[in-house]
């Protein structure tokens, strides 16, 4: 059986050194912000090549007090990929501002930067690139459409841990940077966390204050602000994985290496990256007409696969009010009908690498 991604396995790897640093939490007394969240906040951010972190209860808030730190709000409008995960359009009516989404270049999946400028009106605020599979959205035009009409950017990077656009890590390219650390993600907490990085420190300094009540001096509240705080025990773990994950991405980019050269030929299409990109391949993303009979052949022969994602926002009930016709947006209907990611993560194992890819050669 080979599984799409043992988190678990993450945990035993490195047992001895989390499970000591979730006792020294433990025995400190200290269980909201303290000392571990600020190392963490300072490791992050040097990590990531900006100025500043700050650490927030998961991805969805990330994004959500980081519209509110740029006064983000109703009657405004925020430009995202037809084609993300759903927090990402969640973060924007959250706050009561409307998501406008624009297709993705379907070589990439990425936002295409030749379509923003088509769906920028007065009331465009922001716009929300993804950094989607952990491979890095075009920046450089993104950032000079949102600086000619003064239009923030807002980076989702919940998926691009470690990932490089023209040599220059993830976190510091747009006004601010969203993560997430989700279990499952490049760097997985052992439950949920999330963080802003920003070279803006007064959109750091909100955050702070945003996500700790409004406040800044215990009792006094400034603003409305609500309770996202990163967990002390959640910064110690994520502080000893943290020294592992240039190693743990490299055994990514390892494994698809193996998926790239072992699957060329095959009758898919498989992920194309940009000579500016360095993807941190949260995901290995194919491409199959016959998706649904590839991933039961698959599980026939125990590789597990999974669907990133089965449903746009745009077709999702939940959006139905927004009345966006579900062709509309073709591409990214078209992709979630045929994206298929394989087995990918620090702890798969070359061999299972190439016994996936054996396996798909047999099927296809
Ligand atoms: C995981 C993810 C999020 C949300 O992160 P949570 O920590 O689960 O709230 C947001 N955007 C994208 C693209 C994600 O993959």
Redesign the pocket.
């Known amino acids: 059986m080979i599984p799409f991604l043992d988190v678990g396995a993450a945990y035993t790897e490195l047992k001895h050194d989390i499970d000591k640093a979730v006792a020294t939490v433990m025995e400190s007394g200290w269980y909201i912000l303290s000392p571990e969240v600020d190392a963490f906040e300072t490791e992050w951010a040097a990590f990531c090549g900006a100025q500043h972190s700050v650490g927030v ?7 959500t007090l980081s519209l509110r730190a740029l006064d983000v709000g109703a009657g405004d409008e925020v430009i995202v990929p037809s084609n ?2 759903i ?2 359009w969640l ?1 924007v009516t959250s706050v009561g501002a409307v998501p406008v989404p624009v297709e993705p270049d379907p070589s990439t999946h990425n936002i295409d930067p030749n379509q923003i400028e088509a769906a920028i009106t007065p009331k465009t605020k922001a716009i929300i690139p ?3 599979y952990g491979q890095p959205a075009d920046m450089d035009p993104i950032l000079s459409i949102a600086h000619a009409h003064g239009c923030a950017v807002i980076e ?4 691009a841990h470690g990932a490089a656009y023209r040599g220059q890590r993830i976190g510091g390219h747009g006004d601010i940077a ?5 279990p ?2 490049n760097l997985g907490a052992l439950g ?3 963080a802003i990085t920003t070279n803006r420190a007064d959109l750091a300094e909100r955050i702070r204050v945003l996500r700790n009540y409004g406040s800044r001096e215990k009792y006094i509240n400034e603003e409305l602000g609500t309770n996202s705080r990163l967990d002390p025990i959640q910064a110690a773990v994520l502080r000893v994985k943290l020294k592992h994950l240039e190693e743990w991405t490299n055994r990514r980019r390892d494994i698809a290496r193996i998926y790239s050269e072992g699957l060329e030929g095959l009758d898919i299409v498989l992920p194309h990256v940009p000579q500016w990109a360095d993807p941190a391949w ?1 995901l290995y993303v194919i491409r199959a007409r016959s998706r649904e009979a590839l991933q039961s052949a698959l599980k026939s022969q125990g590789i597990d696969t999974l669907i ?1 994602y089965p449903v746009p926002p745009h077709m999702q009930k939940a959006y139905a009010s927004l009345g966006i016709a579900a062709d509309s947006l073709p591409i990214a209907r078209n992709l979630a009908d045929e994206v298929l990611s394989l087995p990918i993560g620090p702890q798969l194992g070359l061999e299972a690498a190439r016994k996936v890819v054996d396996v798909l050669r047999g099927v296809i």
């Open positions: 209860a998961n991805g969805l808030d990330a994004l993300t995960y927090a990402t973060a993804v950094h989607l989702d990077a919940a998926q969203c993560w997430s650390f989700y499952g993600k949920d966390g999330g949260h990133h």
